[in-house]
């Protein structure tokens, strides 16, 4: 074997272009963060991207100091080039140079098949395209042949400065708008503006740090170092800010940026670019290296999910040490040591920030609620350790990710009643202590009850005025009909409030309903055709037979009497089989319209419900049960002056024009 012959060799085929070009990225805001750190390696000042839909084209265009055929040879074309070697600073403006693995701009492929570059450098124009099909081309041959871009004539370029990249033939499954991409290179970049001289332009219109849109979303703030600072002055509805140390601890590390928290979970959700802002993003010289830290965490607690922030650590890409961000550009290598001990400040800073926003919270919480008069009244009659216990129950709610202020109302209105609850079950507990000396306790148990019984009571009533409220909304009587056949049956407080709600006994309701079944064979075709739904149940310790008819279908007492009398026999003797005589049973017909006998006389209606009442039986329409019900639950409602301290407070905050949440 010769000295010049080599047992082994090692080649690299153009196939490496398919896994670090074609598929590095999925979206054109980290393509074009790609090109855009390219643009700041060559001190570029101005970046102009144009989105041409019509034309289906994107085109970048730099002010840098551009390149010549042999940069971009040995550089750009160079996979692979390392330009930390040779240029860790740029020329011009000393910037910390971005690129590093020489393999960014590869990813123009993931969105284009086409990709033509324009450049000028010394007065001297050249350029090229490079088209991803005859890549594909040749390695789909198996050669390793060279793959040579297309020169483009020098004459139709018209740079006068740096670099311009037009980007053909987008790969139609990537969609861009104007807003959402604005929104995404502003959050991909830390160095935009007039401080870092650099500049990106989208469509003619500057890309600026407010281009983010989460600077009003910052309730609490903590800050690391300058950037952070700067952060706390556009944050428009700031409440709270702390300064943290930046110094990652035994090392010479330091982290510069910021950690918030949003007022509302709710309010990290884009609804432009559908993504989510409750994330970490790391950063480094400038750009985005990772979208999000806060996940490796693992952090279960709610305060996590009012997070977000920006982490500077530029540590992490130290010229002098080895390279540990993944193929991808997107993440590092976890078991790097730099990589663990930005994670282990993290994890102590997002403890303390989970002991502050808690104590933030609650502090909140306990000053929102006491808006209410009836509730600062309230909270004023409580010893201390109560008073500290409420103003846990109260940060609670505040910590919880409301939709709306009405939830909130409510969640005041049931938290109070739980605190009323334990109160009393603490009350119930020292029952054993009450003698003949102290029967005064005993009176104040059953206030309590009494007072804790009406409030929950009065809720109740107040849900069921709304139910009632949506029922009488409806006109169309074949409406009414379906709503009342679904719910009639679990809610029989419809047809009388002290029917809280129906009871089954398996046995007994099949027993009955099967009767019930026979039945049916002895009716006329116009009886049961007449029939929507027939129900068996059991409440305050009644047998009820409760029979629908279609709303359309017009009825006499003597066409009711026939069937009521046959369902009234036939659960008499369901019962006597069973061994339950004697127990009460009554037939209830729920119609879309009076019987028709009622109309013949003044008295008329009297007499039915008087024939029907001696048949354990009576006749409710569709309009009256909904009438009566809104009647009974309004009356209850109404008479506020006749409940408890409790009831008062719980009615006083539920009343619709109590605004202490939203003048909060």
């Known amino acids: 074997m010769t000295a010049t012959e080599h047992k082994y060799e090692m080649t690299l085929s153009l196939n490496v272009l398919r896994h670090l070009g074609f598929g590095l990225y999925s979206n054109i805001a980290a393509v074009l963060s790609e090109v855009v750190s390219n643009a700041w390696d060559a001190d570029a000042e101005n970046v102009s991207i144009f989105i041409d839909a019509d034309k289906d084209r994107v085109i970048i265009e730099d002010d840098g100091h551009g390149m010549t055929v042999g940069d971009t040879n040995d550089k750009y074309l160079t996979v692979g080039y390392e330009r930390r070697k040779s240029e860790r600073r740029t020329p011009v403006m000393d910037r910390p140079a971005m690129g590093r693995k020489g393999i960014g701009k590869l990813s123009l492929f993931s969105i284009a098949r086409t990709v033509e570059v324009h450049t000028i450098k010394d007065g001297i124009k050249h350029g090229f395209v490079m088209d991803s099909d005859k890549i594909q081309a040749i390695i789909a041959d198996g050669r390793d ?66 281009d983010r849109e989460y600077q009003d979303k910052v309730q609490y703030l903590w800050t690391f170092g300058d950037t952070g600072l700067r952060c706390r002055d556009i944050a428009t509805n700031l409440e709270e800010h702390e300064e943290r140390d930046n110094r990652i601890e035994d090392s010479d590390y330091r982290i510069d940026g910021w950690i918030a928290a949003a007022f509302k979970s709710g309010q990290l959700k884009d609804p432009d670019t559908k993504e989510s802002l409750n994330n970490l993003v790391i950063m480094v010289r400038g750009k985005l290296a990772q979208e999000d830290i806060l996940e490796e965490f693992g952090e279960g607690g709610l305060y996590t999910k009012y997070l977000f922030g920006e982490i500077h650590a530029d540590f992490l890409d130290l010229d002098n040490q080895d390279d540990i961000a993944t193929t991808s550009r997107q993440r590092f290598i976890e078991e790097d040591p730099r990589y663990k001990a930005l994670k282990s400040k993290l994890n102590d800073e997002l403890k303390w920030i989970q002991s502050k926003w808690t104590q933030l919270r609650n502090r909140q919480g306990t000053e929102q609620a006491l808006l209410f008069p009836q509730i600062k009244e309230w909270f004023g009659d409580l010893d201390d350790d109560r008073k500290k216990a409420a103003e846990r129950l109260f940060g609670r709610i505040n910590q919880l990710p409301l939709v709306d202020d009405d ?49 929950a009571y009065y809720q109740i009533a107040k849900d069921r005025l709304k139910v009632i409220q949506k029922l009488t ?18 809610h029989l407080w419809l047809l009388d409030p002290s029917w809280e709600r129906a009871t089954h006994t398996a046995v007994m309701e099949k027993r009955v309903l099967t009767a019930l079944e026979d039945v049916d064979a002895t009716l006329t075709d116009e009886q049961l055709n007449s029939r929507l739904d027939i129900y068996y149940c059991t409440t305050g310790n009644k047998h009820v037979i409760i029979e629908l008819k279609r709303a359309d279908r017009r009825m006499t007492t003597s066409d009711l009497l026939e069937q009521v009398s046959k369902y009234y026999g036939t659960t008499e003797n369901a019962l006597a089989a069973a061994d339950r005589k004697n127990e009460p049973i009554e037939v209830i017909c729920v119609l879309g319209s009076r019987l028709q006998d009622w109309d013949t006389s003044p008295s008329g209606e009297d007499r039915s419900r008087e024939t029907l009442r001696v048949n354990n039986a009576r006749v409710v329409t569709y309009d009256s049960l909904i009438d009566n019900a809104l009647k009974s639950y309004q009356d209850y409602v109404d008479r506020g002056e006749e409940a408890g301290r409790v009831y008062r407070l719980i009615q006083g905050i539920s009343e619709p024009d109590t605004n202490a949440i939203n003048s909060a």
Request: cysteine-free; charged content about 30%.
């Open 407 to 455: 939830q909130k109302r409510q969640l005041f209105i049931s938290g109070v009643l739980a605190f009323e609850s334990l109160t009393l079950r603490r009350m119930l507990h020292r029952l054993d202590e009450v003698s003949t000396e102290n029967l005064g306790a005993l009176k104040d148990v059953f206030i309590q009850l009494d007072d804790l019984e009406a409030s």
């Open 145 to 210: 042949a060279e793959y040579n871009p297309e020169a483009v004539d020098p004459g139709d370029i018209d740079l006068t400065r740096g670099t311009r990249i037009i980007l053909t033939n987008m790969k139609r499954q990537l969609q861009w708008t104007g807003k959402p991409l604005r929104k995404r290179l502003a959050r991909r970049f830390s160095i935009i503006g007039a401080f870092h001289r650099f500049n990106i332009v989208l469509d003619g219109e500057p890309i600026t740090i407010k």
């Open 473 to 490: 909304d409806l006109v169309d009587e074949n409406a009414k009909e379906r709503a009342i056949q679904e719910h009639l049956h679990k």
